[in-house]
T-cell receptor
Framework: DAGVIQSPRHEVTEMGQEVTLRCKPI?????LFWYRQTMMRGLELLIY????????DSGMPEDRFSAKMPNASFSTLKIQPSEPRDSAVYFC???????????????FGPGTRLTVL | KQEVTQIPAALSVPEGENLVLNCSFT??????LQWFRQDPGKGLTSLLL?????REQTSGRLNASLDKSSGRSTLYIAASQPGDSATYLC?????????FGTGTRLTVIP
């Protein structure tokens, strides 16, 4: 089992550029989550999908952020245009059951460290 | 809104010592509680998950307890080793969110 796969592992870009982060969940998992981690705010849930459908995107900070899950094995988080305050580590996680289930055990990817200059 | 607090923020212990990490939360309407460890520059590794109907879970040298009535969970680590050095986070699953504590940074001194 390869676990949750994220790419790229590191991304450095200039303010105003578009950034796309990618995630491949664990095969067979039906829920996928995007988180952001910063020193100031800790870990925050941005959005999660269940069966490829976005369920709750209330954590997405602004319209500059968007996420898609075109199929069960792939998701993207896009920031357009990027700003320096978006610098953080972005984690993707997956689970076999939906949020709200007592069996919802989440498995995290290694994260993408984003730096916006 | 659920608030999750972990105390202490940092802890140093000599190798071999038993230790307890604490996690407290304000809303007892949770579905489960999960303990993670995070190594510097790495992702989160799931250690234990306690369902809301359970009171504890054990895995090797780790034991986690859950007391919803008092809004507390503890992670007990027996016979600590230098390899246990990491940041430990607790996270509570609500209906539509996962609320993380700020973590306890553990250092086990050889």
């Amino acid at each position: 089992d390869a676990g949750v796969i994220q790419s790229p592992r590191h991304e450095v870009t200039e303010m105003g550029q578009e950034v796309t982060l990618r995630c491949k969940p664990i095969s067979g998992h039906n829920s996928l989550f995007w988180y952001r981690q910063t020193m100031m705010r800790g870990l925050e849930l941005l959005i999660y999908f269940n069966n490829n459908v976005p369920i709750d995107d209330s954590g997405m900070p602004e319209d500059r952020f968007s996420a898609k899950m075109p199929n069960a094995s792939f998701s993207t988080l896009k920031i357009q245009p990027s700003e320096p305050r978006d610098s953080a580590v972005y984690f993707c996680a997956s689970s076999l059951t939906a949020m709200g289930s007592s069996y919802n055990e989440q498995f995290f990817g290694p994260g993408t460290r984003l730096t916006v200059l | 809104k659920q608030e999750v607090t972990q105390i202490p923020a940092a802890l140093s212990v000599p190798e071999g010592e038993n230790l307890v990490l604490n996690c407290s939360f304000t809303d007892s309407a949770i579905y489960n509680l999960q303990w993670f460890r995070q190594d510097p520059g790495k992702g989160l590794t799931s250690l234990l998950l306690i369902q809301s109907s359970q009171r504890e879970q054990t895995s090797g040298r780790l034991n986690a307890s859950l007391d919803k009535s008092s809004g507390r969970s503890t992670l007990y680590i027996a016979a600590s080793q230098p390899g246990d050095s990491a940041t430990y986070l607790c996270a509570l699953t609500g209906a539509n969110n996962l609320f993380f504590g700020t973590g306890t940074r553990l250092t086990v001194i050889p």
